[in-house]
């Protein structure tokens, strides 16, 4: 049916064709809204504290419905340790990184002397 999207298969990843014929990856959607829902659940128990945080309300902030969030998320308890080990992940990366150049700063300036 001209203007409708045609469900197709790319390797692994189920995408959808748009009508000029150009895949969209269902697989990359998913991981962007995942993802702006963990972002907006760290901001709401941010403000509001993990009891008073809703899904409903996360679930406004990110922009999705609640069902949206279910399909990422089953539960609070589900959402609030994966922001967790989001922040932890990122936390990580950002004392690596800062260990690294701290440790090619040492070595330059151990040299320059």
Same mark, same amino acid.
Request: aromatic fraction near 8%; charge should be positive.
């Given at each position: 049916?001209?203007? @409708?999207?045609?469900?197709?298969? @790319?390797?692994?990843?189920?995408?959808?064709?748009?009508?000029?014929?150009?895949?969209?990856?269902?697989?990359?959607?998913?991981?962007?809204?995942?993802?702006?829902?963990?972002? =907006?659940?760290?901001?709401?128990?941010?403000?509001?504290?993990?009891?008073?945080?809703?899904?409903?309300?996360?679930?406004?902030?990110?922009?999705?419905?609640?069902?949206?969030? %279910?399909? @990422?998320?089953?539960?609070?308890?589900?959402?609030? %340790?994966?922001?967790?080990?989001? =922040?932890?992940?990122?936390?990580?990366?950002?004392?690596?990184? =800062?260990?690294?150049?701290?440790?090619?700063? =040492?070595?330059?300036?151990?040299?320059?002397?």
């Amino acid at each position: 049916m001209p203007g @409708h999207s045609t469900p197709t298969q @790319h390797s692994d990843t189920f995408c959808t064709t748009k009508p000029t014929g150009e895949p969209m990856a269902i697989q990359q959607r998913a991981e962007r809204t995942r993802q702006e829902i963990l972002s =907006a659940a760290a901001r709401v128990f941010d403000r509001w504290g993990y009891e008073r945080a809703s899904l409903a309300r996360i679930a406004g902030d990110a922009r999705v419905t609640t069902g949206a969030l %279910v399909f @990422h998320f089953a539960t609070k308890a589900d959402l609030a %340790v994966a922001v967790r080990a989001r =922040a932890r992940a990122v936390t990580g990366i950002t004392v690596e990184s =800062a260990c690294l150049s701290a440790e090619g700063w =040492a070595a330059r300036r151990s040299t320059s002397w």
